[in-house]
Nanobody, 121 residues
Framework: QVQLVESGGGLVQAGASLRLSCAASRLTFSTYPMGWFRRAPGKELEFLAAIRGTGGNTIYADSVKGRFAISRDNAKNTVYLQMNSLKPEDTAVYYC??????????????WGQGTQVTVSS
């Protein structure tokens, strides 16, 4: 069973930065596109960013383009989400996900449990 474990969330002030990590196990990590999503209170799941297995291609939601950056270290089986200039509206539970085939914005195959990010004003 694929396992994805997020870390790095917390409580920060507006304008701060955070880097989330997602450690993956029980998969051939470098072959899986990886994505980051979030769910804010009372809102639907929102796609944020995704990266191809080789790390050569990335896609972003318009809402975070220029502030968030996705990257991966295949030697460590880890994907990251660098979040800068955080805003109170970025408060959410953040999830990483793995897809068996495609670099895309939805319908991922495996999900982590999530990590809470709270941004105070």
């Amino acid at each position: 069973q694929v396992q994805l474990v997020e870390s790095g969330g917390g409580l920060v002030q507006a304008g701060a930065s955070l880097r989330l990590s997602c450690a993956a196990s029980r998969l051939t990590f470098s072959t899986y596109p990886m994505g980051w999503f979030r769910r804010a209170p009372g809102k639907e799941l929102e796609f944020l960013a995704a990266i191809r297995g080789t790390g050569g291609n990335t896609i972003y939601a318009d809402s975070v383009k220029g502030r968030f950056a996705i990257s991966r270290d295949n030697a460590k089986n880890t994907v990251y989400l660098q979040m800068n200039s955080l805003k109170p509206e970025d408060t959410a539970v953040y999830y990483c996900a793995a897809d068996r085939l495609y670099l895309r914005r939805e319908n991922y195959d495996y999900w982590g449990q999530g990590t809470q990010v709270t941004v105070s004003s």
